[in-house]
């Protein structure tokens, strides 16, 4: 019994002496699992930021022969999608045309109806068989024009002012420091316009009751260097406002432009929506010149960068791409097929104010400078009696149609118009 009792603590203690190397094994392979653990996240985060820093930042751009083709695709999808919906839209609804009553008093004589092929037969022009024709005349003119804007410009700060409040306006995002403009060059070369046919258009929503409009077709090619420099900060607000400013330099010229310009007039017609009543004339919408770009189009821009104040990254290629996305975006949402420009062409009736001839330099003047003055004072006294009649009509003395009256005249007289950077003198853009 005693024997038991002695030998029973040996027997404890050698087996608690053999079971501590166990104990010690067990702890050596989670210590180096950890460690294998923690060297292979090191190891991942390494290998992404070394492939963001070598596709997104130094990654190089798809040729501009594949770029300009995988964009014409998606313009001609676009432009085909959008004339078949216009197709459908137009053959399920049957539109319900409203005949005007002509006045008995009209003295004119009604003219003939007039069509699309009329209007060819009485040109002698045949849009199947006619070949293109070229526009030399049409360059010259236009090349004139661009370099009186090009001298106009360079004497003095107009488009440099313009640009700068265009750039800074309230459409600028909160991360980016003021925009300032550095370089700006109208290039040296001019456009070539060639190749001009006339073709049927068979879009319903455009047409005319005359039946369809006819548009010009012509290929414009410019190969030039126009350059616009800015440079700006980038504002980094997080954790907290003003944490760190990084400054950013950027340049983008257009190399090389071509494409197929269409152009079309759009004539004036009575607003469908408008009720003529015996005060006011019906209302008409103006003759309007509208031209637009077909989805074919290239455009080849160089666009060169430098970001960051002491160590620099130069002509980083993923800023080209998106430089080069948005402004193809903002040229496809304005002008290219099927959306289109509309100027307003102004009156070409004879008037005296815009004669001019040998002889009678200074009549003219002060003719002019008359009909002025009085067309001036005319509108003063148009305006303070608009005026009487809205305070009038007020305080309740009058009807409530001549203050709908005056103020859609105010609101037309008041509306905001900014004038486009390298637009004809006159041409307003909304």
Not at 177 to 204: Q, Y
Not at 236 to 252: F, G, H, I, M, R
Not at 301 to 310: A, H, I, Q
Not at 335 to 345: A, G, K, N, S, T
Request: aromatic share 6%.
């Amino acid at each position: 019994m005693s024997s038991h009792q002695h030998a029973s603590p040996q027997h404890q203690q050698s087996s608690f002496v053999a079971q501590a190397p166990i104990y010690t094994t067990r702890l050596i392979p989670s210590r180096l699992s950890f460690t294998e653990g923690f060297l292979l996240g090191q190891l991942s985060v390494v290998i992404l930021i070394g492939a963001f820093i070598k596709f997104f930042i130094f990654g190089e751009p798809p040729s501009p022969e594949t770029t300009a083709s995988a964009r014409a695709l998606a313009r001609r999808d676009r432009s085909s999608g959008h004339r078949r919906s216009i197709s459908l839209t137009s053959s399920s609804s049957t539109p319900h045309k409203l005949n005007s009553k002509r006045s008995a008093s009209h003295v004119l004589r009604p003219p003939p109806r007039l069509t699309t092929a009329t209007i060819l037969s009485k040109t002698y022009y045949n849009v199947n068989s006619h070949q293109p024709e070229s526009l030399d005349w049409f360059n010259v003119l236009i090349a004139q024009t661009i370099a009186q804007f090009r001298n106009d410009a360079h004497d003095d700060d107009a488009i440099l002012t313009s640009l700068t409040g265009i750039l800074n306006g309230p459409q600028k995002p909160d991360f980016i420091s003021s925009i300032k403009v550095t370089e700006i060059s109208l290039g040296e070369e001019f456009p070539i316009l060639s190749n001009c046919k006339i073709h049927p258009v068979d879009d319903d929503s455009t047409n005319g009751p005359e039946g369809h409009r006819l548009q010009a077709h012509m290929d414009v090619d410019l190969s030039d260097f126009i350059t616009l420099g800015i440079e700006t900060k980038v504002i980094l607000n997080y954790p907290k406002p003003l944490t760190a400013v990084l400054p950013v330099a950027l340049s983008v010229s257009v190399v090389r432009f071509s494409g197929t310009l269409s152009i079309s007039f759009l004539p004036s017609h009575p607003t469908p929506s408008s009720t003529p009543t015996s005060q006011q004339p019906p209302s008409v919408t103006p003759t309007t010149l509208a031209f637009s770009f077909l989805p074919d189009y290239r455009l080849d821009l160089s666009v060169r960068s430098l970001v960051g104040s002491r160590s620099r990254l130069q002509d980083i290629p993923k800023i080209a791409q998106l430089v080069e996305s948005r402004l193809h975006a903002w040229i496809d949402e304005r002008c290219v097929e099927p959306r289109v420009q509309q100027v307003v062409l102004p009156s070409l009736w004879p008037r005296k104010k815009n004669t001019r001839g040998p002889g009678s330099a200074d009549e003219d003047a002060v003719e002019g400078v008359r009909d002025v003055k009085e067309e001036a004072r005319r509108e003063v006294e148009e305006e303070r009696r608009k005026e009487r009649e809205r305070e009038s009509t007020e305080n309740g003395e009058s009807g409530r149609e001549d203050v709908s009256g005056f103020e859609e005249g105010l609101r037309l007289r008041n509306r905001q118009y900014e004038s486009m950077p390298g637009a004809m003198p006159g041409m307003m853009v909304n």
